[in-house]
């Protein structure tokens, strides 16, 4: 399983971004999709997730109204739209793949998302 980020930088705040996730070595389209997130000193929290079939959504409540996420199982990969960006967002965004509920958790490296002016 290999999970590979892309799509961070630094952003004004008040700007948007869009991440994306390209998975490689296993069937994509069997996989839960998950972004998380991890700010310097501060735990590491989920962001928003997709399940494997039919698109449906989850965002915490703290996340819900500025981040979307999405999937293309025909390219492999999960998008994590985010707008309205504020520097609270500034952190290490991660992606993480899970075949079943509890299953284990694959995660990528990670991409860098900064928001200052």
């Known amino acids: 399983v290999n999970l590979m980020e892309s799509g961070g930088g630094l952003v004004q705040p008040g700007g948007s971004l869009r991440l994306s996730c390209a998975g490689s070595g296993f069937t994509f389209s069997s996989y839960a999709m998950s972004w998380y997130r991890q700010a310097p000193e501060k735990e590491r929290e989920l962001v928003a997730a997709i399940n494997s079939t039919s698109g449906s959504t989850y965002y915490p409540d703290s996340m819900k109204g500025r981040f979307t996420i999405s999937r293309d199982n025909a390219k492999n990969t999960v998008y994590l739209q985010v707008s309205r960006m504020k520097p609270a967002d500034t952190a290490v965004y991660y992606c993480?793949?899970?075949?079943?509920?509890?299953?284990?958790?694959?995660w990528g490296q990670g991409t860098q998302v900064t928001v200052s002016s």
């Open positions: 993480s793949a899970q075949l079943h509920p509890g299953g284990y958790r694959y």
